[in-house]
């Protein structure tokens, strides 16, 4: 283990950098560096990305570097070069550094730097000035123009130093390679400088950014601060960084990310009300009850009376915490109305003037309004409260699907009246406030309502209104007629094909097994029945059942109540499976049928859980609850206490539009999350989409899932995969090879034989192999999201007629939420069951 060491790379104080390259074999004493500490253990090939990463005990970054050296000339010897070639990328260049330590003087960092008051005219400086790297004597002796390397896509003006800029040409910047071994490709991932954006690969990164004090930035861009666009992804780890480092380690990076003093947003850059803010103001913004969400450099307008928040020159989006001192005075056009109607002195927009006719207000004759924070509006002058806008049930939803705030409990109830910052942060999600939507969606028959009706059964105290159940009673009625339909259909063709097999077998024989001597079989019914069925049949054919039932319920109810006990029927009912559109809940119903066709019916939950065609197929439907307190024992921590604060919606839309037309899928742009649903059991199943091409439905849902992955709503968002009718699948794969569908063509269960060695128990077989290939299945999805997003897609497999399944699911979303919000705050070790990769999912069965 004794092997030269390259160390240190001290963090350097304000715009003092003291670069100390040099090689040393073996340097254990403590550096001047107040940076976090580590060893990174180059013979275990730490670079190429599978390396184990060690915290050392004092302060120093070290290299371990193999037995390549230098000569004096500051080069490598031929045969040495080949092996450090091999060995350690990246090290290179320190091979064309002075030998001697080599430093920036304070005064020519400086220089430029202080004079300039604009911020990026600092950045431009710093790029100009600090990075072309010069010795101590002020000549130039580095053929690294770092500057050049990082102004890809910025002026390029870096050219203080023309040998500089020969050595490292755009063409190979623009090819994507790495900023400082210049190999790979734009495919090759890269960690990217939150100052200057220069992208190193895996193997250059730790070396290009030392121990990372103020979060991923190269060493000479530490103390400078980021480049804004970058701001979201503050605290964010990356692949790359988890799998170089340890988790304390990066633990520690990506706090002083987050938290360092430099890296936090600079207070001029939020203009309110066209007001550059204050350093108190600032924090007074970010601390209060309800603070805007994921603050970004910007102009925006503030209603302080309301709380109403937004860009400036758009629509409110957000409903913060009122009566807070900053920023000026509101202005008329703050949000470039042109509706003449006002609200606290600003013209309104076409949106939000929709909004408020639905809500009821009065809005002719060009009034102004006061509106409070509480929703209570009044005409400017006038004393009387006229109403509340957030009083209609449907108001909230109205603005939800309008894409318009709508309040919290925090910006109403803990609304900021002075303008004294809250020292304690509340957790982000309760700093927002606002409810956290959750969109649902799936390619049909994939279970989405199933899982929506399991919501409101499970966090509703009255799931679904008196009204909402005596159509849902309708709609089973009419369900349970079309499943008759269906059954009568199956009993015709049964009848002919037990026919046909007589008059060829035994053409002139009767026998007793169910045919007789005038063309009878088990599955014949009388005239009467008989009728019945032809009349039903054509009916349903002429698409004309919906508006005859169920209105015609009650006068078919004795008929009904004749077939159904009919031996025929019965038969036919035997042989259900082979009736290829009756769908499995059909029995659910039908086995009830003489009850579920009384007018005195009233469907249970269960009922309505398994009932189709229950939410409405068109639009959106929307359910807001909160999650139930969980029981004591279940809340470790404090966060389960607020759980029951937080308001969640969950929006479902049928996704038989989605292909189509995505123009609802804007209107969801504030949805925290898309838990999109998939039909494990699809696998097999086809369907003639279009112009009559059929299709496999789990490639169908692959498409829709890619449409939605890469609509511009959804860019940034969480996305949890619900694998979902689990119970059907485990019966399923039984029978049928996965391979039955292209895309898990390369499914060789091989494993599932030693299963079957290893436990004799056939039923522990088959769930295994279920679970194999839900598994497989779970990856195919998670590769695909990955390949366009770059990030890990969430699944959860479920059993959605099963409430605990659906449950179990929704608190996985529910945790998604929290972890992204909480993610810079909590260690990661503490939720490193998130940052795992193909292996992370929950089995929620
Ligand atoms: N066995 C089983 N059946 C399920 C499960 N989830 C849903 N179903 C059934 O699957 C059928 C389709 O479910 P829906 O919830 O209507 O699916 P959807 O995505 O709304 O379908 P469309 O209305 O066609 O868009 C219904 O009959 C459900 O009862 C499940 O986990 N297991
Ligand atoms: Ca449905």
């Known amino acids: ?247 304390l380690e990066i633990r520690q990076i990506m706090k002083a990310e987050r938290f360092c003093e430099v890296n936090q947003l600079p207070p001029e850059y939020i203009c309110v009300n066209g007001k550059p803010l204050s350093f108190e103001e600032l924090v007074t913004l970010q601390n209060c009850a309800a ?28 409903i913060i915490s009122p009566h807070l001192n900053v920023g000026g005075p509101i202005k008329p056009d703050a949000s470039n109305g042109n509706t003449q109607v006002y609200i606290n002195g600003r013209e309104i927009t076409k949106v939000e003037l929709r909004m408020l006719q639905l809500a009821g207000v009065q809005c002719a004759g060009n009034p102004h309004f006061w509106v409070n924070e509480d929703g209570s509006y009044q005409e400017e002058g006038q004393k009387n409260t006229r109403g509340n806008i957030w009083g209609k049930s449907g108001t909230k939803l109205v603005s939800a699907l309008l894409s318009l705030p709508v309040p919290s409990k925090c910006s109403i109830l803990c609304g900021e009246r002075t303008s004294s910052p809250v020292s304690k942060r509340l957790p982000d999600y309760l700093e927002h406030g606002i409810v956290q939507r959750l969109l649902l969606v799936g390619y049909g028959g994939s279970g989405t309502s199933t899982i929506f009706k399991q919501a409101k059964i499970l966090y509703k105290d009255t799931p679904f209104s008196k009204d909402e159940r005596e159509s849902i009673k309708l709609t089973i009625q009419t369900n349970v007629y079309s499943y008759i339909g269906l059954l009568l259909e199956g009993r015709e063709r049964f009848e002919e094909e037990s026919l046909l097999n007589i008059k060829k077998s035994r053409p002139d024989v009767l026998d007793s097994t169910g045919t007789s001597s005038n063309n009878k079989t088990i599955y014949s019914i009388g005239t009467r029945l008989k009728a019945f069925s032809d009349w039903l049949l054509r009916t349903m054919a002429s698409g004309k059942l919906d508006a005859i039932f169920p209105a015609a319920t009650r006068e078919y109810a004795p008929l009904i109540e004749e077939m159904w006990g009919n031996a025929a029927i019965q038969a036919t009912y035997k042989r259900r499976r082979e009736i290829e559109m009756l769908p499995s809940v059909a029995s659910y119903f039908l086995e009830r049928v003489v009850e579920i066709l009384r007018a005195d019916y009233e469907p249970s939950d269960l009922d309505i859980l398994y009932a189709e065609g229950v939410t409405s197929s068109n639009g959106l439907a929307c359910v807001e609850f909160s999650f139930p307190p969980s029981a004591p024992e279940e809340t ?21 539009g989605i292909g189509e037309n995505c123009k609802w899928l804007e209107m969801l742009e504030d949805v925290g999350m898309v838990i999109f649903c998939v039909a494990l059991n699809d696998y097999d199943q086809f369907s003639t989409e279009g112009k009559g091409c059929i299709t496999n439905k789990m490639l169908a849902s692959r498409k829709i899932f890619e449409t939605i992955v890469t609509h511009p709503t959804f860019e940034q968002m969480d996305f949890l995969l619900i694998l979902n009718k689990l119970d059907q699948f485990e019966e399923k794969i039984k029978q049928v090879p996965l391979t039955r569908c292209e895309w898990f063509d390369d499914f060789h269960p091989v494993i599932s034989r030693q299963c079957s060695s290893n436990n004799k128990n056939g039923s522990s077989n088959n769930s295994s192999l279920a679970q194999l290939a839900s598994h497989h299945i779970a990856v195919k999805f998670k590769r695909l999201y990955s390949s366009i997003t770059g990030r890990k897609l969430y699944v959860s497999l479920v059993k959605g007629l099963e409430p605990d399944s659906v449950d179990a699911a929704l608190k996985y979303a529910r945790e998604i939420l929290k972890w992204n919000q909480e993610r810079p705050n909590f260690s990661l070790s503490d939720n490193s069951m998130y940052s795992t990769e193909d292996s992370s999912f929950s089995f929620t069965c």
């Open 1 to 247: 283990m004794s092997l030269p060491v390259v160390q240190p790379m001290p963090a350097p104080a304000n715009c003092s950098r003291i670069f100390s390259k040099e090689l040393k074999p073996h340097d254990t004493e403590p550096a001047s560096s107040p940076a976090s500490v580590r060893t990174f253990d180059r013979s275990s090939n730490a670079g190429s990305g599978d390396g184990k990463t060690t915290v050392s005990p004092n302060s120093v970054i070290a290299f371990e570097d193999g037995p390549a050296r230098r000569n004096d000339a500051g080069d490598f010897s031929s045969e040495e070069h080949s092996h450090e070639l091999s060995n350690l990328h990246g090290v290179k260049e320190s091979s064309d550094f002075n030998d001697s330590n080599w430093a920036f003087t304070d005064s020519l960092l400086s220089l430029d730097y202080e004079s300039s008051r604009d911020s990026s005219a600092k950045n431009a400086d710093f790029n100009n000035e600090c990075k072309s790297v010069c010795d101590v004597k002020g000549a130039p002796i580095v053929t690294l123009n770092v500057n050049n390397l990082v102004n890809v896509d910025g002026d390029g003006n870096g050219n203080d130093n023309e040998a500089l800029v020969e050595e490292f040409p755009v063409t190979k910047r623009n090819k994507g390679l790495c900023y400082r071994c210049f190999k790979g490709s734009r495919f090759k991932e890269k960690e990217v400088c939150l100052v200057c954006s220069a992208k190193y690969c895996g193997n250059c990164v730790l070396e290009a950014m030392g121990s990372m004090p103020e979060g991923r930035k190269c060493v000479d861009c530490i103390g400078y601060p980021i480049d804004e666009s970058k701001r979201e992804s503050l605290g964010k780890c990356s692949r790359m960084l988890r799998r170089l480092l340890n988790e």
């Open 291 to 318: 603070p805007p969400k994921k603050l970004k450099p910007g102009s925006y307008w503030y209603d302080k009376v309301s709380g109403l928040w937004g860009e400036e020159g758009q629509k409110p989006c957000r």
């Open 636 to 656: 470790v921590d404090t966060m389960g206490l607020h759980d029951s604060f937080v308001r969640y919606q969950l929006i479902t839309a049928h996704a038989r």
